[in-house]
T-cell receptor, first 112, second 112 residues
Framework: GAGVSQSPRYKVAKRGQDVALRCDPISGHVSLFWYQQALGQGPEFLTYFQNEAQLDKSGLPSDRFFAERPEGSVSTLKIQRTQQEDSAVYLC??????????FGQGTRLTVV | KQEVTQIPAALSVPEGENLVLNCSFTDSAIYNLQWFRQDPGKGLTSLLLIQSSQREQTSGRLNASLDKSSGRSTLYIAASQPGDSATYLCAVKKDSSYKLIFGSGTRLLVRP
């Protein structure tokens, strides 16, 4: 597609459930980022991939969060044993090296 | 640690007014600064990207300026329209990091 695509758009999970969020970046974009956005706040960095290599995961809030990009294109953000504080919008962005970042529509996760 | 602040947090203006949104950052060693627009329930749309060597960028009714030495950027919107109503976010990218560091945004309402 022409832009960054994320799925699902909305996800309701029961506390303790595992979830997987998908990101399809713009074709050819080497860099891929995941951000977490709490209500009324700006996005906060979670992790960064360059091709299939995860170069920075310093923003992942706990070891329950795991991200992968095995073939250097599609990425999955997995959250294990979800907690209420995980409720947020998860945004994916892609770019060519350090150029302008393009964002997807986000996945709104609600943990009940 | 880089911190980005946006003032005001919310702004309501009548249609047709020219307005200025402010963004400040604590560490002047930035690679670039980007302004985004976010509509409710949507992802981020890039508006303007200013490289650290530039002083300003213009796109249509939007003009963004950058003063690295004082750690400030402004987004000027001319002849505001109701369709400009959205949250505006600024984000900086440091020289040594690939991630964007965001402010909390300014929620703009342009009244017809």
């Amino acid at each position: 597609g022409a832009g960054v695509s994320q799925s699902p758009r909305y996800k309701v999970a029961k506390r303790g459930q595992d979830v997987a969020l998908r990101c399809d970046p713009i074709s050819g974009h080497v860099s891929l980022f995941w951000y977490q956005q709490a209500l009324g706040q700006g996005p906060e960095f979670l992790t960064y991939f360059q091709n299939e290599a995860q170069l920075d995961k310093s923003g992942l809030p706990s070891d329950r969060f795991f991200a992968e990009r095995p073939e250097g294109s599609v990425s999955t953000l997995k959250i294990q044993r979800t907690q209420q504080e995980d409720s947020a919008v998860y945004l994916c962005a892609s770019s060519i090296r350090q150029a302008e970042a393009f964002f997807g529509q986000g996945t709104r996760l609600t943990v009940v | 640690k880089q911190e980005v602040t946006q003032i005001p947090a919310a702004l309501s203006v009548p249609e047709g007014e020219n307005l200025v949104l402010n963004c400040s950052f604590t560490d002047s060693a930035i690679y670039n600064l980007q302004w985004f627009r976010q509509d409710p329930g949507k992802g981020l749309t890039s508006l303007l990207l200013i490289q650290s060597s530039q002083r300003e960028q213009t796109s249509g009714r939007l003009n963004a300026s950058l003063d690295k030495s004082s750690g400030r950027s402004t987004l000027y919107i001319a002849a505001s329209q109701p369709g400009d109503s959205a949250t505006y976010l600024c984000a900086v990218k440091k020289d040594s990091s690939y991630k964007l560091i965001f402010g909390s945004g300014t929620r703009l309402l342009v009244r017809p």
